[in-house]
């Protein structure tokens, strides 16, 4: 079980809008730490998607977009496309563990 | 541009030792704390550990304190992850990556190596 539960699938038609979510604690986003999440495409490196919870990195389209609550913050992403299709994982700090860092357990993308 | 990029896939025996490499280039190599993250097959992210490559400080994941070393080389702007006592369960591609150098410790990774496979098999 990961400390930063996401939903393992979620998908949806071009043109369509999704979310995933991911689920902290008062250790890790209720604490106030950041949320990141970053996109993996089939065989290659994690790419930075969202950092600070809604900031986008030079580049990603803002079809993307991040928000964050008390304890658990999710990822939209509106006008689904075809190169969508990936795996999305949430990341943040949690206190109680010796300073790690955190990964959620990765949410896998389908583009119907 | 800013760019990590590490050593070649490996095969290692049980109970043998990994070392892998990160070497940077594009940008200031000690001003920027780098991780190292693993994924076995179909699985998720999993953190291991930080090393300041400025000071050779390092933090490691609770999972792999007594199995895992991190080090650099500044003058190469290189920096290595040894794992000792192998298993089944190290077969992963370990990946470095480097935080954007805010000094927050919830910083986010902003360039990735390109992973490293390692399988351990008998």
């Known amino acids: 079980q990961s400390v930063l539960p996401q939903p393992p699938s979620v998908s949806g038609a071009p043109g369509q809008r999704v979310t995933i979510s991911c689920t902290g604690t008062t250790s890790n986003i209720g604490a106030g730490y950041d949320v990141h999440w970053y996109q993996q495409l089939p065989g290659t490196a994690p790419k930075l998607l969202m950092y600070?919870?809604?900031n986008r990195p030079s580049g990603v389209p803002d079809r993307f977009s991040g928000s964050k609550s008390a304890t658990s913050a999710s990822l939209a992403i509106t006008g689904l496309q075809a190169e969508d299709e990936a795996d999305y994982y949430c990341?943040?700090?949690?206190?109680?563990?010796?300073?790690?860092?955190?990964f959620g357990g990765g949410t896998k993308l389908t583009v119907l | 541009q800013r760019q990590l990029v590490q050593s070649g896939a490996e095969v290692k025996k049980p109970g043998a030792s990994l070392k892998v490499s990160c070497k940077a280039s594009?940008?200031?190599?000690?001003?920027?704390?780098l991780h190292w993250v693993r994924q076995a097959p179909g699985q998720g992210l999993e953190w291991m550990g930080w090393?300041?490559?400025?000071?050779?400080?390092?933090n490691y994941a609770q999972k792999f304190q007594g199995r895992v070393t991190m080090t650099r080389d500044s003058s190469i702007s290189t920096a290595y992850m040894e794992l000792s006592g192998l298993t089944s369960h190290d077969t992963a591609v370990y990946l470095c990556?480097?935080?954007?150098?805010?000094?927050?410790?919830?910083?986010?990774?902003?360039?990735w190596g390109q992973g490293t496979m390692v399988t351990v098999s008998p």
């Open positions: 990556a480097r935080d954007m150098g805010s000094e927050r410790v919830d910083d986010a990774f902003d360039v």
């Open positions: 594009g940008y200031t190599f000690t001003d920027y704390y």
């Open positions: 600070g919870n809604t």
């Open positions: 990341q943040s700090y949690d206190i109680s563990l010796s300073g790690s860092r955190v």
């Open positions: 090393i300041n490559p400025k000071s050779g400080a390092t």
